[in-house]
């Protein structure tokens, strides 16, 4: 769990910033997802770096989704009487939606993937933009629904990061004292809002059409 | 003060068991929660009716009998053993919700008592260190760096209650089995057997049924001791070196 989680808060630090691209303009924006394509040729074939980062990305997956269901089932078989009063005085709001907000995003992902790689579904106009990554990041969130979806999404990852970060520390023991359980503790505040409000900035300023084709 | 009590009922093992709604008027404020348990058994062995059963023996907050989740609180609102807590940290009037410790490895036993004998298993498993007899050995033969001690005082301040059990909403002990690692641990006299020790309480802890830690805090907040949740970690790591070094 705590493995597989750092291996996501790599990629999506790496993929927010790919997606800041967008605000040094089409051409620019076009061009990094062209050389995520070709990156590592001639060593690697066309997308070979890209389908390195899919294989590892579906197999981290597989071991997070499969440590949360046997974690869930523990929990469900360890406590099969609920109480009939539980306040909750120690726990973030975030730790307690691990397991509604990770179902959450991932169904998000499901329709991210279908929205940006798989289908490409272009909700305005249904231009799949072809070789033009950068028409269809606009077009998808100048329609104001799709940019509440994506805002909606970042709000859940943003608090999945901020326990997840913590915990995997804490799981991985290198939190043994008050101090370097602090510096988790903020590493999970830091690490949440950068990379969920850096991956707010691009839609939001599509909408607001600061971003424009 | 006048009170409605809210009391989980449950003849035995097998019951399906309920809450039951009492009254009690007249509570002092300086009684304990336990006196004000006594106080309603007494009303309820005049009219003849079976006393709720509760655990408690030392009274004083040290020996980790007493339980009870008050309100949906472990141990109740203060940060101290039910038998320590007064009636003062309550208002005339207000309902009280009492339930046993929620956990498949603690079974009730009767109305508020369970049976926390996994415990005392996960202890046999490991949590202790091997030494001859004989006559107490010169207490400064073996020395114990200052902070290393403190910290293995701190947290064997641990009485075993199972408040972070019953707090977890996972149902894990790993607050409880933190604290022994690291109190053990933390030792000379802990070390030799160190490894295997971290390998075999936390086999014993999953074998009894105990939830999977997520790192949630609830146990830490709820302990009557302030075990704080870096023993989890410190759990975590010697876990991860003794299986590293193949035990």
Redesign the interface.
Known sequence: MAVSGLLFIGFVLGHMYGNLKAFAGEESFNEYAHHLRVLGEPMLPYSGFLWIMRVGLILALIAHVASAV??AR??A????????????????IS??T?RWGGVTLLVFIVWHLLNFTIVKINPSNGDTGGDNPYHLVVDTFDTWWMTVIYLLAMVALGLHLH?GT??SL?????????V??ARARAAGWVVAIVVAGGFSLVPLFVLVGIIEK | MNLTLKIWRQAGPNDKGGLHTYQVADISADMSFLEMLDVLNEQLNEKGEEPVAFDSDCREGICGMCSLMINGEAHGPEVTTTCQLHMRSFKDGDTITIEPWRAEPFPVVKDLIVDRSAFDRIIQSGGFISANTGSAPEANSVPAPRDKAMRAFNVATCIGCGACVAACPNGSASLFVGAKITHLGELPQGQPERWSRVVDMVGQHDHEGFGGCTNIGECAAACPKEIPLDVISQLNKDLRTALKNGH
Do not use: C, W
């Open positions: 046997i974690l523990r929990a078989k360890a406590r099969p009487v609920k109480y009939a009063v539980k306040k909750n005085n120690g726990s973030s730790s307690r691990m326990h913590f915990s804490q799981t991985l023991g290198l939190t043994g004292s008050a370097s359980r």
